[in-house]
């Protein structure tokens, strides 16, 4: 009965939700649509948030992660959308007696950390693995997934990212080896184990795989119950591995929707040697590509020029957007790469995204609308600069190296 009556208001949100997207594109805050959703319908836009991993590592604390709380609130962040603050790995002690599963000394009160992050208005995310341990070599899951769960739930937890690492060796290859479907299989069926762990808490729990895409999981991650499911391997704070991930994500926008998202990874925006253009095209692409916005950065020693890239609140609404559908890449010319999106109202995102390098670059690029399905001249807001210009077939626009140009037409034509 209660399984029947949470799939109705699911339905319920979601008929509200689609018809929220085609009528008032940007009234409606998704607040009150989570107040209408059970747990299902946690995600029904992309996740925003913070995560320990692309900055601390193994070293994150449980001050930092009240840092990382204070700051988002003190920066405008949580003002600005993003809502989660979530421990990645290493946070994990040893079980006891019991089985029950005890924090590490880095992490003395886990209940106090959570109770800390809700009375500033956020949420808290917690880590873990369905094998025996985590990437970095602490406890996980397996074998007791259900009191796990219930762990989480009772500490106040609201987002699980729950990551393959020692599954594959621990029981994959182990228990199917050299037989790669029924490996498989297995993966799929311990993700669906900790999915109906987490529903039998009764807490609206954020589920987040991370599987690294294998075995095309954007085609199964719904029927797991997934909110998000990575798409790649690791980001790295550099270039190389921003722009590859990017044109990994071409294609794969008709498997994201409203409760489940792809996930090209946390952003690493602030971090490493990136420069602000990088940063900027970084977030630009992720907001196009509806992904979960996870910043990774140090918060406390945030730049404000980093902070003014993370609280564009026009970049963060393209992210957000109620039509929630997901860029794709009209055409690639040059070192320039055009990506376009729907949004609610019938309004249209564009992105140029120049990956020459400085000392080669050959701009200007002469945006050809007719490839975009557009009839010049338009009117554009760049969303960076905040002016309004008019886009002209044909016209030079100039992009520095790594950087975009990123614009919202209100009325294409
Ligand atoms: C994997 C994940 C990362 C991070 C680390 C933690 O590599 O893909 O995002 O969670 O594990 O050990």
């Not at 790995?89 to 992490?107: P, Q």
Request: aromatic share 8%.
């Amino acid at each position: 009965m209660r399984v029947r009556i949470s799939a109705w208001l699911v339905l319920l949100a979601l008929i509200t939700f689609t018809a929220r997207a085609q009528t008032a594109p940007s009234s409606a805050s998704h607040k009150q649509i989570h107040r209408l959703a059970p747990s299902q319908a946690v995600a029904l836009t992309p996740p925003m948030g913070w995560n320990s991993w692309n900055f601390f590592e193994g070293r994150v604390t449980d001050q930092d992660v009240r840092n990382a709380a204070d700051q988002m609130v003190a920066t405008g962040m949580k003002d600005a959308g993003y809502e989660y603050i979530n421990i990645d790995d290493t946070w994990e002690g040893e079980r006891d007696a019991n089985g029950v599963l005890h924090s590490n000394e880095k992490f003395p009160d886990m209940k106090a950390l959570a109770d800390y992050v809700h009375a500033k208005g956020l949420k808290l995310g917690i880590y873990s693995s369905p094998g025996p341990k985590t990437c970095a070599g602490y406890a996980a899951s397996l074998d007791h997934e259900v009191q796990d769960a219930q762990l989480y739930a009772s500490w106040g937890v609201d987002y699980l990212k729950y990551d393959l690492c020692s599954f594959i060796p621990a029981v994959m290859e182990k228990q199917a080896p050299g037989d790669r479907a029924e490996q498989m299989r297995l993966m799929i069926a311990a993700y669906k184990k900790m999915d109906a762990a987490l529903k039998a808490t009764g807490r609206p729990i954020v589920y987040s795989l991370c599987q690294y895409g294998w075995d095309a999981v954007w085609e199964w991650g719904p029927s797991v119950g997934a909110n998000l499911w990575r798409t790649t391997g690791d980001i790295q704070a550099n270039w190389n591995s921003i722009y590859a991930i990017l044109n990994a994500q071409a294609g794969l926008g008709k498997y994201a929707g409203p409760g489940h998202w792809n996930d090209p990874d946390m952003l690493e925006v602030g971090n490493g040697k990136l420069t602000l253009a990088e940063d900027r095209t970084h977030f630009s692409m992720w907001a196009m590509l509806a992904a979960p916005l996870l910043a990774g950065n140090d918060l406390p020693n945030m730049k404000p020029e980093v902070k003014a890239i993370l609280t564009n609140r026009e970049v963060i609404a393209i992210d957000q957007d109620r039509l929630c559908r997901e860029a794709t890449r009209a055409y690639s010319e040059g070192e320039v790469d055009v990506w376009t999106r729907h949004l609610a109202g019938g309004a249209l995102a564009v992105a140029l995204v120049n990956a020459g390098s400085a000392r080669y670059s050959t701009h200007p690029f002469h945006l050809d609308l007719a490839r975009l399905g557009l009839h010049g001249p338009l009117e554009a807001r760049n969303l960076w600069t905040g002016e309004t210009m008019t886009l002209a077939d044909g016209m030079p626009l100039e992009i520095g190296s790594h950087d975009i140009l990123l614009v919202r037409i209100a009325a294409p034509k």
